[in-house]
């Protein structure tokens, strides 16, 4: 059996190497920095577990992930993020049994509860996603754009006041790939091409004051 930790974030790898270590599984657990080596250490051993937060690797969209797993049948992805859509969660769920969701907000005993249950093959859905799926509500702060998850909507604001994607990368303690990722999705989903029009975006969106923008 091999876990595979596919998260930029070095402090979500170390916590979940910890949780895994204290559950005393048999299973080799290794990190994967990017969808290649995901790619590569799935081919090796196709029978493996996959804690994934897609939004930091690449994957476009739930189809994308889906197509990792049909090429990768035996394998099971725990989809571990900070937020999630409705539609993304709901589409992944009834699409794949072999897709179990998790927030990273979820308590340490719904983290245990979903690596025992996904290492069996069995499907995982946190209590949270559960409440939201069954309200058919999105799990966001402000409706204004239902596009963005809160992180995204954060740096998009961070954007039209004109930070740089280094400076976002320091005032929110994050590194330069992991705000660059998010940039890439956030023009991707509003669909515009330049900071000009990101920002035009986010003043219509209300997320900027035009008098704060024009300080």
Same mark, same amino acid.
């Given at each position: 059996?091999?876990? !595979?930790?596919?998260?930029?974030? $070095? *402090?979500?790898? @170390?916590?979940?190497?910890?949780?895994?270590? =204290?559950?005393?599984?048999? +299973?080799?657990?290794?990190?994967?920095?990017?969808?290649?080596?995901?790619?590569?250490?799935?081919?090796?051993?196709?029978?493996?577990?996959?804690? !994934?937060?897609?939004?930091?690797? $690449? *994957?476009?969209? @739930?189809?994308?992930?889906?197509?990792?797993? =049909?090429?990768?049948?035996? +394998?099971?992805?725990?989809?571990?993020?900070?937020?999630?859509?409705?539609?993304?969660?709901?589409?992944?769920?009834?699409?794949?049994?072999?897709?179990?969701?998790?927030?990273?907000?979820?308590?340490?005993?719904?983290?245990?509860?979903?690596?025992?249950?996904?290492?069996?093959?069995?499907?995982?859905?946190?209590?949270?996603?559960?409440?939201?799926?069954?309200?058919?509500?999105?799990?966001?702060?402000?409706?204004?754009?239902?596009?963005?998850?809160?992180?995204?909507?954060?740096?998009?604001?961070?954007?039209?006041?004109?930070?740089?994607?280094?400076?976002?990368?320091?005032?929110?303690?994050?590194?330069?790939?992991?705000?660059?990722?998010?940039?890439?999705?956030?023009?991707?989903?509003?669909?515009?091409?330049?900071?000009?029009?990101?920002?035009?975006?986010?003043?219509?969106?209300?997320?900027?004051?035009?008098?704060?923008?024009?300080?």
């Amino acid at each position: 059996m091999q876990i !595979l930790l596919a998260d930029r974030q $070095d *402090i979500t790898r @170390a916590g979940l190497m910890h949780v895994i270590s =204290e559950m005393k599984v048999e +299973a080799v657990c290794r990190y994967v920095v990017d969808k290649t080596a995901l790619l590569s250490a799935l081919k090796d051993c196709p029978r493996s577990l996959v804690v !994934l937060d897609y939004t930091l690797f $690449d *994957i476009q969209d @739930a189809s994308g992930l889906l197509i990792f797993c =049909e090429r990768f049948p035996d +394998a099971h992805f725990v989809i571990f993020s900070e937020e999630l859509s409705l539609d993304f969660v709901r589409y992944v769920v009834v699409s794949s049994r072999h897709i179990s969701v998790l927030l990273k907000e979820s308590p340490m005993s719904e983290i245990r509860n979903c690596l025992s249950e996904a290492l069996n093959r069995r499907q995982f859905v946190c209590s949270q996603i559960q409440e939201m799926l069954s309200r058919g509500e999105e799990p966001v702060e402000n409706a204004i754009d239902k596009l963005l998850t809160k992180t995204e909507r954060e740096v998009l604001r961070d954007i039209a006041l004109g930070m740089t994607t280094k400076e976002i990368a320091d005032h929110r303690y994050s590194s330069f790939h992991t705000v660059n990722t998010h940039r890439k999705n956030i023009f991707r989903k509003i669909g515009v091409n330049n900071v000009h029009e990101a920002t035009r975006y986010a003043l219509r969106a209300g997320l900027v004051d035009a008098a704060e923008y024009l300080i």
